[in-house]
């Protein structure tokens, strides 16, 4: 069988908000692996370029000329490579490419290789995706985003996410179950509250009610729990995602009704956190800029709580040494389209893990049928993923792959049931 990558093809597909996006296949004879590259919403600043075409066609957010570099450029440049060579592949690219952000020919055109070439060679050798990632059989305790607020929602509630984490499970699969029991209690409870319209969902299969506050969000999750006669802080912890850029206006948060001064919002999580000990993980509480804020936030609550770093570190090395440096996380949310190749997001992964610190493998809004990341979650055992609601195919189909993968490793899967 041969190991050498023979063709090469890229194509424009549709992402789950109906956005174009790039899918690449990379054959060796006739084996091919696939990828459908992801797309955000709350992008960070210093997110690698998302290649669009702009102009009328698809409202500007057409990838044709990411396609084309993939196949008249990258593709044909890569033709006759070891598919094994993981590394040698990325860093030739991000050569070719020579900017700093993957701005010539797009991390959508570099990533879509990358991962469809890394599938490519587990297929090759007969394993799956997670096998030829790496040796961990730990399955991630999942973040379900239930209520969605931010950008991901029409509504007024300024933080974006709001996530159910089984931690007393024993399984995976056990820990799905109740979240979804409670997922669809809350459902019936946000009906009663707040009438029909609240259990519309939002971008990631969460509900979008008309809930103004984080407390009230909260305080509904938290009722949804007991109501299934589940135990909160044994069995449920929550997490939030503020994605706080996105409601920082001249330099002021505006959040729950109030405008507030930066200090003022460092007290506002002093106070969610004392009142709340079940809220466990907190991600981006901050401006993607100030990681001094993420730095308090870890210093009165970092043995104690997950300060995830998302729109701060952008999966890039430089930016996770800043925060290294700054003591401004304990938790790395990892998205292979923040960086634009495997390699570099290994990379991010592995100097994460020299610090001891925990990772959680993360989806974007904009998703597609691609279950990969499932894959990813366990292959490097990362203890958490986030992938959304309990509903929308694309949301689901990485849970799904997550039962599949557990009940493939019979007893060696171990839940990471940790807080
Ligand atoms: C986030 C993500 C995924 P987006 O902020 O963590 O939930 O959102 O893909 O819109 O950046
Ligand atoms: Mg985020």
Redesign the pocket.
């Known amino acids: 069988m041969t190991n050498e990558i023979s063709k090469v093809r890229a194509r424009e597909v549709l992402d789950s908000r109906g956005n174009p996006t790039v899918e690449v296949e990379i054959y060796s004879g006739n084996q091919f692996g696939r990828f459908i590259v ?7 600043q210093f997110e690698a370029v998302e290649l669009r075409d702009g102009g009328n066609r698809f409202h500007g957010k057409g990838v044709l000329q990411a396609v084309k570099n993939v196949n008249e450029i990258l593709g044909p440049k890569v033709l006759g490579r070891d598919i094994f060579d993981q590394e040698g592949l990325d860093k030739f690219m991000i050569e070719l490419d020579g900017t700093p952000n993957k701005a010539k020919y797009g991390a959508n055109a570099i990533l879509g290789i990358s991962i469809a070439n890394m599938r490519l060679a587990a297929k090759n050798k007969g394993l799956w995706d997670f096998e030829y990632i790496g040796d961990s059989k730990r399955l991630p305790c999942p973040m379900l ?1 239930v209520i969605n607020g931010g ?2 929602a029409g509504g007024d509630l300024a933080i ?2 709001f996530m159910l984490m089984p931690i007393g499970f024993d399984s995976f699969k056990d820990g799905l179950r109740a979240s979804v029991e409670v997922y669809h209690q809350l459902k019936k409870q946000l009906k009663k509250k707040y009438g029909s319209s609240a259990i519309n969902l939002g ?2 299969g969460g509900f979008a009610p008309p809930i103004d506050t984080a407390r009230d969000a909260i305080d509904i999750l938290i009722a949804s729990i007991k109501d299934m006669g589940y135990k909160p802080e044994e069995q449920f912890y929550l997490g939030i ?1 503020a ?1 706080a850029s996105e409601f920082l206006h001249d330099g002021k948060y505006h959040i729950d009704g109030k405008i507030l001064a930066r200090d003022d919002f460092i007290n506002y999580y002093y106070e969610l956190v004392e009142d709340y000990p079940i809220l466990l993980s907190l ?2 509480p901050f401006d993607e800029n100030d990681f001094e804020a993420f730095g308090d936030l870890v210093t009165k609550y970092g043995s104690t709580r997950a300060i995830v770093a ?2 701060l570190t952008v999966t890039n090395v430089e930016r996770i040494n800043t925060a290294i440096d700054k003591g401004a996380m304990n938790y790395l ?1 990892l ?1 292979v389209n923040q960086i634009g190749s495997f390699t570099e997001a290994k990379e991010a992964f592995d100097l994460t893990k020299s610090k001891d610190w925990g990772v959680v493998i ?5 998703e597609t049928e691609d279950t990969f990341i499932a894959d990813l979650s366990v292959g490097m055992g990362a203890e958490r993923i ?1 992938t ?1 609601a309990p509903a929308r195919s694309e949301r689901v189909a990485k849970y799904n792959q997550l039962l599949r993968i557990e009940e493939y490793l019979g007893d060696e899967a171990q839940y990471y049931n940790k807080i």
């Open positions: 992801p797309s955000g919403a709350s992008t960070g985003n950008s991901h974006q996410e971008d990631e995602d994605a991600e981006d998302d729109d949310l998205k993360s989806h974007r809004s904009g986030k959304g």
